[in-house]
């Protein structure tokens, strides 16, 4: 199955010459996993997502992440996309 993993960083930011600024980094992966890939694997792959995104931005305002699993029913049955 494809499962798409996404993860954000932002936050406001001091800019000398701005009174408002703000800054996001966002990092997107898409991996094919077996259908008995457990919760605690997919965290895993997420963790190291965190950290590569803390990595590009130090101290962050709010760090978010969103995994997706594409699936359709056809013929009365799941079927994973990708």
Known sequence: MKVEMEVKAFGEVEVQSAKDAFKSVE?????????????????????????????????PGQCLAKITIRVKKENGEIVYLG
């Open 27 to 59: 990092l997107m992966r898409v991996h094919k996993l077996s259908k008995d890939t457990t919760l605690g694997e997919l965290e895993a792959l997420l963790s190291s997502l965190f950290e590569e995104v803390e990595n590009g931005y130090k101290n």
